[in-house]
């Protein structure tokens, strides 16, 4: 339930972020955070998402000085999203193994 919900808090403050205030064509990364936060939300290839969503909101929270704080603890609650899957499926995969 907890990994659930980190995912719809992540989510929603990505498509926000995107959305909230018209943005100039070059602001890509935003767009490119807001496809990962669907993704993310979705549930599909989370490993990988959660450290692509990560790295763009790292990079977003030092290319601007708007939201750094802000990016920075969403790109903190993404690490964990894709961390904790993959762990949870590393788990899962010695389980199998043993029986």
Same mark, same amino acid.
Request: charged share 15%.
């Given at each position: 339930?907890?990994?659930?919900?980190?995912?719809?808090?992540?989510?929603s403050?990505? !498509?926000?972020?995107?959305?909230?205030? &018209?943005? &100039?064509p070059?602001?890509?990364?935003?767009?490119?955070?807001a496809? $990962?936060?669907?993704?993310?939300?979705?549930g599909?290839?989370?490993?990988?998402?959660?450290? !692509? $969503?990560? $790295?763009?909101?790292?990079?977003?929270?030092?290319?601007?000085?708007?939201d750094?704080?802000?990016?920075?603890?969403?790109?903190?609650?993404c690490? &964990?999203?894709?961390?904790?899957?993959?762990?949870?499926? $590393? !788990?899962?995969? !010695?389980?199998?193994?043993?029986?």
């Open positions: 339930m907890g990994l659930l919900l980190l995912r719809m808090v992540v989510f403050y990505l !498509i926000y972020d995107a959305t909230a205030v &018209p943005r &100039p070059q602001d890509l990364p935003r767009m490119l955070a496809g $990962a936060g669907v993704l993310l939300f979705l599909l290839w989370t490993p990988a998402v959660g450290g !692509i $969503a990560a $790295a763009l909101e790292f990079w977003l929270a030092f290319s601007s000085a708007r750094f704080w802000l990016s920075l603890m969403v790109a903190m609650a690490l &964990p999203t894709g961390f904790l899957t993959l762990l949870l499926a $590393a !788990i899962k995969l !010695i389980g199998d193994r043993r029986r």
